[in-house]
């Protein structure tokens, strides 16, 4: 289970795994509960990319961010750290 601390949104932390480059089990501590609880269903079971592609850049109000965009930014930050080089 991967935990992301998040920037600049009411909700103030991500959990989440990934298995097998897919998105599993994503809750959000704090924030717009049932906002939040839709958009951890509807994520469940996506590819990585899908959801970085989908949730990347989104804004809340007048924020330069959301928590969707959070999401995409610690999914991202997670795939990058389990790239491995081609030998």
Known sequence: ????ETKGV???????AIQ??????V???GGCNGNLKGISNLVEG???EDVINKLEGIKCGS??????????I???QQA????????
Not at 80 to 87: D, F, K, Q, V
């Open 1 to 4: 289970m991967v935990e992301y």
């Open 10 to 16: 009411c909700s103030r932390k991500i959990q989440f």
């Open 20 to 25: 097998d480059g897919i998105v599993k089990d």
């Open 27 to 29: 809750f959000f501590l």
């Open 46 to 48: 996506m590819k990585v």
């Open 63 to 72: 924020k330069n961010t959301s928590c969707p965009a959070q999401l995409a």
């Open 74 to 76: 610690a999914l991202k």
């Open 80 to 87: 990058a750290a389990h790239i491995t080089p081609n030998s």
